[in-house]
């Protein structure tokens, strides 16, 4: 088990420090879906939770600093995280999520190994499956797999979230179904906290 530099409290006041609650409402609930899901294919994979949890709720750091000019998203993201104790393996897995995007010249990396493909398939998911509970009310209780693969099938529904990316999941051993299933059940784990019933 890693020995991260903060606690999930400390985390907390660190992404505070740089997105608001208040102003970012919907980062928020990506942040600790994300952290959520990542600690559900931690568990299902047999890797640290606490790890890929943390890389799961500190993924989008920077975000506050940047979302005006998203192609310096993930470059403020390293001084921060350094600044609070995290080693450069940690943030190279977190400026990975950027891969393939016009972002921290980003565009033309390639991401490598399980947990860098697995945090950007898990971050990518949340923006299907919360769009997919607001459809149904919502209501993520009693959502399931089938309901869910039928949309990730609908390219035009939640249409900026990579198909491709959620994919990479399979490079880390899980099927995408399992994917799903995991994630499904680590959101509804979280329901009251990311605004769903």
């Known amino acids: 088990m890693k020995n991260l530099p903060l606690t999930r409290d400390q985390a907390i006041e ?3 420090k740089h997105n608001s609650p208040e102003e970012y409402p919907a980062s928020w609930n990506h942040f600790l879906e994300s952290e959520a899901i990542m600690q559900g294919v931690a568990r299902r994979l047999g890797e640290d939770e606490s790890e890929w949890g943390m ?5 989008d750091v920077d975000w506050g600093l940047t979302k005006d000019n998203v192609s310096e998203h993930l470059t ?3 001084a921060i995280l350094r600044e609070a104790g995290f080693d450069d393996d940690f943030i190279d897995n977190i400026v990975s999520h950027g891969c393939g995007f016009e972002c921290a010249g980003l565009q033309d990396k390639e991401r490598v190994g399980k947990v860098q493909h697995a945090l ?7 923006g ?5 509970a607001l459809m149904r009310g919502r209501r993520i209780s009693d959502m399931e797999v089938k309901g869910l693969k039928k949309k990730f099938k609908d390219k035009k529904f939640a249409e900026a979230c990579s198909r491709d990316i959620v994919r990479e999941i399979e490079g880390c051993g899980l099927e995408l179904g399992d994917f799903f299933e995991v994630a499904i059940d680590a959101m509804k784990e979280i329901k009251g906290d990311i605004g769903l019933e």
């Open 14 to 16: 660190l992404l505070k």
């Open 55 to 59: 890389l799961g709720l500190l993924h």
């Open 76 to 78: 403020k993201a390293p």
């Open 120 to 126: 950007a398939a898990s971050e990518t998911l949340t």
């Open 128 to 132: 299907i499956i919360h769009a997919y």
